[in-house]
């Protein structure tokens, strides 16, 4: 005879609150007894209220006695799948979160917004930019590079070990279709797939040619649809009517079941980090999750990140664009004694490319229009009231901003102390599209500009980057001007001039990883160029010599790869060891800083070494003061836990009310 089904349920209730922690039991009526699973929703009294609760665990006896235990209200249709319950309870102690908090990055969108109607179906039209005809377009044939990689990745996914591949290709390689067919033998052998990519609006080629060779089969999940689209969306794939989800960080979470593959695009891109609580990086996720379903973990990039080589079973090499045309040549201008923001050498590129209605790309990672303003008479530097920065001016708007909180104020034209002689400093984005509209705008060679001031206004999410970026394609000739956007992702085959200006403005951050951000960002804006012919790149920077410039310049990945690897070592830095930052904020420095020394405290004798407590500057009006905890990797999860308990504790205690404790694992 079949067991009884359990009469308990042990229910996370859906609540942000970081000091109430569950499970808490309910009594399961009869009919839903059979019914409730590990991952089914319910509705559930949780004091004067009813809260949307995931079912963590299903027991036949209770510590509380059965009588006072209340029943669910009612179960909603299509719970979270197992396998994904298991993953939250690993983000949750991985990243020093709640349980809550981690189970909600995993529910259908909007979940704890709907809590009526049990059986109550979806029916809205899937989004107008993922609808496809027929397809009749032939896949293109593979080069001699691209096959034995596809032969490599098949027999790894018939491997029955967990297998981790860095697809390391120059930009223009191919690394999409190797991408396209091992997710088409996936599917032929019954198992689903996940495509990551950093941002949907800035690698819309990407998403289109999944769309394109597998039609319906393929869901898209970004922030871009409505809410109606994306629960759509994610029941189509918790029903399997969709086997294949494109997306960017947030879809490792997709709801597929009998999962085969997960493939990172540009798996170097910061964006995979998530900023808010849990602080996740879907890279590490992705290969958690494709460990617990024995899958398939593809990594790709043309800058492939130090601890992705490291840490990789194998590496894939594409060495060859699949047109046959080179990289362009890239040259180093040495800006040391130019007093101008242009090179002459840059100067005469863009009029060239104006003069044969070409189109150029120049990369400034600096938005706005000058970096700060002064007081030539007493010396004031215009800050932010809440931050300890300065305030960028941005003379489209008439305002100076703050970059952080979002404090913006009438720019000044003149001083507190009566002097009207306020002096710019630096110049960003806004300033740079200025001076080249100027100079080169004759009517047919229009002069786009793609920074976040530029998009931020448009309806959804990013939705004016693509329309930005279509006007551009579109244009007979031009020069986009923009910040690290204009280099991720684009495929413009009439781009035959990239620039990438103040380039060493990222070597100067105190940042481990400042070298290799130097490196991919000049790398990947030279990927932009020549795609459709001859192409060169220019660089200004003060620093030629710099050891990222100079390897970005050769095209030579390998050896600034190894360069890093090596230094690392030598620092202990990732992925020779693993860092964890801790951030205490309140409103006065003094309590910060109290308990930034207790969770030091705390910490006395747990087997890895700490940095600090020392002082960040302000943030939205609050003091802060950060640890930085280094652990080696065969501790990494022991000192994690050491971590959570220590900054539990210190939150818990009275002494430390009003203070925030923020937990970040593996910061970028």
């Avoid at 034209?413 to 004759?442: F, K, N, P, Y």
């Amino acid at each position: 005879m079949p067991a009884p089904p359990s009469a308990i349920a042990q229910v996370e209730p859906m609540t942000t609150a970081r000091a109430l922690r569950g499970p808490f039991d309910y009594r399961l009526p009869q009919e839903l007894a059979g019914e409730v699973t590990v991952g089914s929703m319910l509705v559930v009294p949780f004091g004067r209220r009813e809260i949307l609760g995931v079912v963590t665990a299903l027991a036949d006896h209770s510590e509380i006695s059965e009588e006072k235990l209340l029943p669910p209200l009612r179960a909603l249709e299509l719970g979270v799948p197992i396998d994904l319950v298991a993953l939250a309870e690993w983000l949750a102690e991985e990243y020093c979160s709640t349980l809550a908090r981690a189970l909600a990055l995993v529910l259908p969108p909007a979940a704890t917004r709907r809590l009526s109607g049990r059986k109550r179906r979806l029916a809205p039209s899937r989004p107008e930019h993922i609808q496809v005809g027929t397809r009749t377009a032939q896949p293109p044939a593979l080069t001699v590079e691209q096959t034995a990689a596809l032969s490599e990745l098949t027999d790894a996914l018939s491997g029955k070990v967990t297998q981790t591949r860095l697809l390391a290709g120059i930009t223009g390689s191919g690394k999409t279709e190797v991408y396209l067919r091992i997710a088409a033998e996936t599917l032929k052998r019954g198992r689903g797939a996940i495509v990551l990519v950093p941002e949907i609006a800035l690698t819309p080629q990407i998403v289109g040619r999944f769309v394109e060779r597998f039609g319906d089969t393929v869901a898209v999940l970004h922030s871009r649809l409505t809410v109606a689209q994306r629960r759509e969306e994610w029941r189509r794939l918790r029903v399997g009517e969709a086997r294949v989800c494109v997306g960017p960080r947030s879809a490792v979470f997709a709801p597929i079941e009998r999962l085969g593959l997960i493939v990172v695009d540009e798996e170097h891109d910061s964006s995979y980090k998530h900023e808010g609580d849990p602080r996740y990086d879907a890279r590490t996720v992705a290969a958690r999750r494709a460990s617990d379903c024995g899958a398939l973990l593809l990594l790709g990039s043309a800058t492939p990140r130090p601890e992705s080589v490291h840490d990789a079973t194998g590496v894939l090499r594409l060495s060859k664009r699949v047109d046959g045309r080179p990289l362009p040549q890239v040259t180093v201008l040495d800006m040391c004694k130019q007093t101008h923001g242009l090179h002459p050498l840059t100067v005469e590129a863009l009029a060239d490319v104006r003069a044969s209605r070409g189109k150029a790309i120049v990369l400034l990672n600096r938005r706005g229009w000058s970096n700060f303003l002064t007081c030539r008479a007493c010396g004031r530097v215009w800050g932010c009231p809440q931050c300890d920065v300065a305030l960028v001016l941005h003379r489209a708007g008439g305002i100076v901003a703050c970059h952080h909180c979002g404090h913006h104020e009438p720019a000044p034209s003149r001083c507190a102390c009566g002097s009207m002689s306020v002096a710019r400093h630096g110049a960003g984005t806004e300033r740079i599209q200025h001076d080249l509209s100027a100079a080169l705008d004759d009517g047919e060679f229009e002069v786009f500009r793609l920074d976040a001031d530029t998009v931020s206004g448009a309806s959804g999410a990013g939705g004016g980057v693509g329309r930005l970026l279509s006007r551009f394609e579109a244009a007979p000739a031009g020069v986009l001007i923009g910040t690290q956007m204009v280099a991720k992702g684009h495929d413009f085959a009439d781009v035959t001039l990239g620039v990438v200006l103040d380039a060493d403005a990222t070597l100067r951050f105190p940042d481990f990883r400042a070298e290799e951000r130097t490196f991919a960002l000049v790398t990947q804006l030279a990927g932009r160029v020549g795609r459709g012919g001859d192409g060169r790149v220019l660089v200004q920077t003060i620093a030629p010599q710099a050891r990222s410039i100079v390897h970005a310049a050769a095209h030579d990945s390998d050896g600034f790869l190894a360069g890093e690897l090596q230094r690392r070592r030598a620092l202990g830095y990732p992925p020779f060891s693993s860092l964890i930052r801790i951030v205490c904020a309140a409103e006065e420095s003094s309590r910060a800083r109290a308990a930034a020394d207790a969770v030091r405290a705390g910490l006395a004798g747990f087997g890895g070494s700490v940095l600090g407590p020392a002082g960040l500057f302000r943030l939205r009006g609050r003091e802060r003061q950060v640890l930085v905890v280094k652990a080696p990797p065969e501790s990494r999860s022991a000192v994690i836990r050491s971590v959570g308990a220590a900054v539990r504790h210190t939150a818990e205690a009275r002494g430390h009310a009003g203070v925030n404790f923020s937990v970040d694992v593996d910061p970028q």
